[in-house]
């Protein structure tokens, strides 16, 4: 199915919280060379006809105005999957 | 930074309220087009050196056993960005 994929993340110079706690358990699980973790999110567009140059502009706009929030969230990335 | 990506999604089977709600309210807000969206997570696993290959397979075996519910998730991509 093509579909058009956004990645959310938390700004670099924020505390993810939940990030740190999965850091945290796998240094304890024994993960010593795993410095950090941040968590974020993986969005999918789903569409069932092939996707357009206008509809991966569509979603760069939705991704920076509906699927992130922009004081605390930086879209990395918007990539085509046909 | 060298950082390992693993991106978990939720399984095709399975309802993921939260993307159908961003899919209702993509489609009230005029994108006809997008017909589904589900949600899943990016976790960024941060190094201070790089990243050999013994790391992406222990990234693959983290991500399967403790980043990922098997149940009701799949981990769709492990990627390393030097």
Known sequence: MPKIIVEVMPKADLLDPQG??????????????????????????????PITDADLADARKIGDEFLSNAVIEDVVNVTVEN
Chains 1, 2 share one sequence.
């Open 20 to 49: 740190k706690a999965v850091a945290n358990a796998l240094q304890r699980g024994g993960n010593k060379d795993i410095k950090g973790v941040r968590i974020g999110k993986r969005i999918e567009l789903h569409f069932d006809r």
